[in-house]
């Protein structure tokens, strides 16, 4: 790896001393396979001596074998991947490649360019400085120019450099170059990319990469490796206001109590005063503790852990801030969404939601609009699917501190997690919050959920019934609710005649309108627990997503789960209503247990086994359960 | 404006990414190899989580057949900082004698290393486990996550593996699904140097060039650590100056010929070597992708 520098066989301490105060330059290649990305990358490597001659003697052999070049290396075999793609000749997902110069340590994100990869590029540009977007100097602005722009744009990217390449092919023209240039500046313009810099390459020739093309005296910018290490990126991080989300709270012994997290925004200095967000809660700080020792003042980009002249509360996911400049509090936001899951997004679903250092249960509503990424145009759409992208409005179940993604990466960007599966199903950016979060926060006090129950004399909740089609869900539900009624609990029973009929009217029975009717039966028990009531439902609810969508829009204790068990054949074979009938001869479509699945509840709250229990025994075993929860309490008198 | 290095800004990101998994997780481990990443790991650790010391024990699956050097090392080391450490051998392999000699590399490896570490894991529940692993040591781990999710079975799944934007990671799991979590993903092999040399980081002096009893096989320099080791009728063990690039198992582990017994000197030489650290490694030499393969079969 024979860095140029002859100051490592001179004086090896020397050059020592120099790279230690390298810089880091993290940047993201946009572009196709087509447009000679992996070929660039390939360059960048060589021509910064990153390449070893046991990869070097295996690249020559490669490039006999299956490059593109004929006798000549092939640069983008430098970067291939995974055997599979490797063999597809297409990249897959993000990659990153390291290599170094005298001044800078450059990490790359390798992202490929087609549309369905929105997910990957996304992916590689969060976490990039800078941008270098490719373009084929013999087709110009393509559609997939202004994809990649309008992402690295949405991402916050402000420095962009558009690669020129392939000025081998068009007789280096000058002229060919210019009016690239000056279609993408109009492109750039209306995305709000001011910083950009156009460079005529070859990457194939290496002209422009570190070397000077002879071919192109007519361009006097700097060649691409000239900018990556000139390229300013000190960003405004350390210009704004004091940030940082405690990961973790430091108590090795009685005495000491340290607030750990990075640094992502501005600077801290001891004595400094600092609010914990959202509490509000103001300290001093007193330490700035490191292994190295302590510090008199940290900044943007460093990892530390703080400890506080009092004693407040303070715990991970609160943002400690600059008390005169806090991060704002709400639990409603504007945001752009990108979704990154096979499985599309369902409005009103509960899912979670993670910032900084807080995961959060969150609910997302249909987008307001979704944007066509090659087009920037707005079109309507009533969710988001793979690779799409929109703003929609976020709901948490309580505030976040935050700041609008453009002014803190750190502080904006936010992940989406699938409760059931755990995978991160998309990502986001908080442009701002809701004026009715603020409203809904304040108003919410007067009359509220505790105020209701108590007038009611007793607690609200959920008694949620499921199972197959003939489980025999109905009737124990029919007579858990006249026992409780006896009781003089307030009750109401939600089922398929009453609600299908009225509310559901416009649902068929598709798999979505399926799951929108249950996602309604959800949201109007929690609308009648927040009034104080106990709510009995009684629908298949074949499905575990939409059960815990349910469960999660009221508090964990007000959720009682109630598995009806018939195996299909009992089931089948009551057959009450002739359904199964009707479904055998296909006359049902996805009719559940037959052509569409029941998930059984993982964990229900209680199990009933329908072949060895009456529906009075089944309806006495809810009600004891319930007593046993502590939700019939001074309904009954107590034990004499 | 106070401009970070490249270095400082690496150490903040492990920092980071070590203390966002320990607090997501119910059992943390660190996979202490005893190498010069290994080092740098736990030292990152220390960092993480000073004034309290890392809040996860050390495991050493152990193959008997590192370096005796190592051995030493480890536990002088360890006791120093006051630390747990962990050690796990194969009982299977341990019972019928499994050695790079009679059975192969790779079935050593496999059977020791990627067996042991399962069983190491699940043995203890541990639920996240800090590896040494870098991004730029291997084609195919330049794509791999920092945080990376294993099934029940340990095993590599593309479909588990979550995008990772910003520094916001996904530590959520499935019950007995555990982590990989990769501190190092982003440095570089001399990266790692440079921060040893700036941190003085104490590492196994098999890293500095010595005197050592050697033999030339296939072409590698190998040393005669022990008894063990049997030799082919024409290999006479001679002292000769060398030092290692990366340290394993010592009959599967090249020494490179060199007079470098300084950090500074071992740094110079790497800038002007010519060949990749892994050259060294008998493993990566089975087949083309061959990391691939062990990392899908629950390997590092």
């Not at chain 1, 609600?499 to 798999?511: E, K």
Request: charged fraction near 25%; proline fraction near 5%.
């Amino acid at each position: 790896m024979a860095h140029t520098s002859d100051l490592i066989a001179e004086d090896i301490d020397a050059y020592l001393l120099a790279h230690q105060h390298k810089s880091l330059l993290r940047f993201l290649t946009c572009g196709s396979v087509d447009d000679g990305k992996s070929t660039l990358i390939g360059r960048l490597l060589y021509e910064s001596k990153m390449v070893f001659e046991d990869h070097l003697a295996a690249l020559e052999v490669d490039s006999k074998k299956v490059g593109t070049q004929g006798d000549e290396l092939d640069f983008a075999l430098l970067v291939d991947g995974l055997g599979a793609e490797r063999e597809q000749g297409i990249t897959i997902d993000v990659a990153y490649r390291f290599f170094s110069t005298e001044t800078r340590k450059f990490i790359v994100a390798d992202t490929p360019g087609h549309e369905q990869y929105t997910r990957n590029m996304v992916t590689g540009a969060s976490t990039a400085d800078a941008a270098v977007i490719l373009v084929d100097a013999r087709y110009g602005v393509l559609t997939q120019t202004r994809r990649h722009s309008y992402l690295v744009s949405l991402l916050g990217i402000g420095k962009v450099a558009v690669a020129v390449n392939k000025l081998d092919l068009v007789d280096y023209s000058q002229d060919v170059f210019d009016r690239i240039e000056e279609q993408y500046r109009d492109v750039a313009a209306g995305i709000g990319l001011s910083d950009v810099t156009c460079i005529p390459m070859s990457a194939l020739r290496g002209e422009n990469i570190t070397a000077r093309s002879g071919h192109m005296p007519w361009y006097s910018g700097p060649t691409l490796m000239d900018y990556l290490e000139g390229v300013e990126v000190d960003d405004d991080r350390q210009a704004g206001p004091f940030r940082m989300p405690v990961q973790w709270v430091s108590r090795p012994d009685l005495d000491f109590r340290g607030f750990a997290g990075p640094i992502v925004g501005g600077t801290v200095r001891v004595g400094d005063r600092v609010r914990v967000v959202p509490a509000g809660t103001t300290s001093t700080v007193a330490r700035i503790v490191t292994l190295d020792g302590d510090l008199d003042a940290a900044v943007a980009g460093q990892s530390v852990t703080l400890t506080l002249a009092d004693e407040i509360d303070c715990s991970r996911g609160d943002v400690l801030c600059a008390a005169d400049e806090p991060a704002a509090a709400a639990d409603q936001f504007r945001a752009h969404v990108v979704w990154m899951a096979e499985e599309e997004l369902r409005p009103g679903r509960a899912y979670l939601v993670k910032v900084g250092a807080r995961t959060v249960g969150a609910s997302l509503s249909g987008p307001e609009f979704r944007i066509d990424v090659n087009t920037f145009e707005q079109a309507p759409g009533t969710t988001l699917r793979l690779n799409e992208i929109g703003v929609c409005d976020l709901r948490l179940d309580r505030a976040i501190a935050f700041d609008p993604y453009d002014d803190n990466r750190d502080m904006g960007g936010f992940i989406v997690l699938d409760r059931l599966t755990n995978a991160t199903v998309a990502a986001g950016m908080l442009r701002a919050p809701l004026r009715r979060s603020h409203n809904v926060h304040w108003q919410a006090v007067e009359v509220d959920k505790r105020a209701h129950a108590a007038l009611k004399g007793h607690r609200p909740y959920v008694v949620w019934f499921t199972g197959l089609s003939g489980a025999g869900k109905s009737t124990i539900a029919d007579l858990v609710e006249q026992q409780l009624h006896a009781l003089g609990v307030h009750t109401y029973l939600l089922d398929g005649d009453n609600v299908r009929h009225g509310l559901n009217s416009d649902l068929g029975f598709g798999n979505s309108d399926r799951h929108e009717n249950i996602r309604r039966v959800g949201e109007v028990s929690r609308l009648m627990v927040d009034a104080g009531l106990v709510v009995l439902t009684s629908f298949i609810s074949p499905f575990r997503a939409e059960r815990a969508t349910a469960r999660a829009l009221v508090e964990p204790d007000e959720f009682v789960e109630v598995f009806v068990d018939a195996p299909l054949e009992v089931a089948e074979s009551r057959d009450t209503k002739g359904l199964y009938a009707k479904a055998r001869r296909g006359e049902l479509p996805d009719f559940t247990g037959i052509d569409s699945p029941y998930e059984p509840p993982e964990h229900p709250e209680l199990r009933i086994d329908t072949t060895a229990s009456t529906p009075e025994q089944a309806a006495k075993a809810v009600v004891d359960l319930l007593r046993r929860r502590g939700l019939l309490d001074g309904l009954e008198p107590g034990p004499a | 404006m106070t401009t970070l290095t490249h270095l400082q800004r690496l150490e903040a990101d492990s920092i980071r990414i070590f203390r966002e998994a320990v607090a997501e997780s119910e059992h943390p481990v660190m996979l202490y190899s005893v190498g010069k990443d290994s080092a740098v790991m736990l030292h990152l650790a220390r960092k993480a989580f000073f004034p309290a010391k890392p809040p996860f024990p050390l495991l050493h699956v152990d193959t008997t057949w590192k370096f005796r050097e190592m051995y030493k090392f480890r536990d002088r080391h360890v006791a120093d900082l006051g630390l747990e450490l962990l050690v796990h051998r194969n009982p299977e392999a341990e019972r019928l004698g499994i050695n790079p000699f009679d059975h192969g590399s790779s079935a050593h490896t496999d059977i020791w290393k990627t067996e042991g570490l399962k069983q190491a894991l699940d043995l203890h529940g541990f639920d996240a486990a800090f590896g040494g692993a870098r991004r730029d040591e291997e084609k195919s781990r330049a794509k791999e996550r920092v945080f990376s999710i294993r099934s029940r079975e340990h095993r590599w799944d593309p479909k588990l593996q979550r995008p990772e934007l910003w520094s916001v990671y996904n530590v959520r799991r499935n019950p007995g699904e555990s982590m990989r979590v990769f501190p190092l993903s982003n440095w570089t092999e001399l990266d790692v140097w440079q921060y040893i040399h700036l941190e003085s980081i104490p590492i196994v002096p098999l890293y500095f060039a010595d005197k050592r009893p050697v033999v030339e096989r296939d072409g590698v320099l190998i040393m005669v650590d022990d008894e063990r080791m049997p030799l082919r009728p024409d290999e006479r063990p001679e002292l000769r100056s060398v030092r290692f690039r990366t340290l394993g198992c010592y009959p599967l582990t090249g020494a490179v010929e060199s007079l470098a017994d300084t950090l500074p000197a071992i740094i110079q030489e790497m800038l002007l070597a010519t060949t990749s650290e892994r050259q060294g490694r008998a493993i990566d030499h089975d087949s083309s992708g061959s990391m691939e393969k062990k990392k899908q079969e629950g390997y590092f």
